[in-house]
């Protein structure tokens, strides 16, 4: 069964970039399913940053969207996430995720499979 | 940005009683409407998706309902490993944003 693992600096520096990566295993990342990322600050909610096709094509958080790279990587089977000028308001567990493809004709965005999540903590 | 709006934040419910949630959404969602558990230290476990499908592997305690703008996910019958935090995730198509409620925590009474 597909899984999925984030791997990454578990710590960065107030306005650098933070920069994980999500490597896909037991299937292939050029599936028809889309790929995200998810990130849940210590005690609070789900916030989603953006998903990624195979193909390269992309739909980011509006309210991330300037800060924002998702980028694939079909020979490694991984995508990857860049989150430039972070300050500790950006300090949050990141998932990666993939959502359920096409139940018949629909796609669906669901997240059927996540990774088990990579704490990142923004400080100096 | 569509908005979603999880009421209550806390339900207390005894074992073996049943257990309702609600989700509303600033927008119609239609039925693209995700439900979601997370225990703690866990990645959240799809329960339902497409507002009353219940995702692979899922008791069928677990149920959903409602479109448009509000829905409601039924625990049955709740079972010790069922409190947890529960979200939903609206996925409209276009545009192509996903948010989240920001939680309802199912304690046990």
């Known amino acids: 069964q597909v899984q999925l693992q984030e791997s990454g600096p578990g710590l960065v520096k107030p306005s650098g970039t933070l920069s994980l990566t999500c490597a896909v295993s037991g299937g292939s990342i050029s599936s028809s399913n889309w790929w995200s990322w998810v990130r849940q600050p210590p005690g609070k909610g789900l916030e989603w940053i953006g998903e990624i096709y195979h193909s390269g094509s992309t739909n980011y958080n509006p309210s991330l969207k300037s800060r924002v790279t998702i980028s694939v990587d079909k020979s490694k089977n991984q995508f990857s996430l860049k989150l430039s000028s972070v300050t500790a308001a950006d300090t949050a567990v990141y998932y990666c995720a993939r959502d359920e493809g096409l139940v018949g004709a629909i796609r669906v965005r669901a997240f059927d499979i996540w990774g088990q999540g990579t704490m990142v903590t923004v400080s100096s | 940005e569509i908005v979603m709006t999880q009421s209550p934040a806390t339900l207390s419910v005894s074992p073996g009683e049943r257990a309702t949630l609600s989700c509303r959404a600033s927008?119609?969602?239609?039925?693209?409407l995700a439900w979601y558990q997370q225990k703690p230290g866990q990645a959240p476990r799809l329960l339902i998706y497409?507002?009353?499908t219940r995702a692979t592997g899922i008791p069928a305690r677990f149920s959903g309902s409602g479109s448009g703008t509000e829905f409601t996910l039924t625990i049955s019958s709740l079972q010790s490993e069922d409190f947890a935090v529960y979200y939903c995730?609206?996925?409209?198509?276009?545009?192509?944003?996903?948010?989240f409620g920001q939680g309802t925590r199912l304690e046990i009474k």
């Open positions: 995730q609206q996925y409209n198509n276009w545009p192509p944003e996903i948010t």
């Open positions: 927008q119609s969602v239609s039925s693209n």
């Open positions: 497409g507002a009353s």
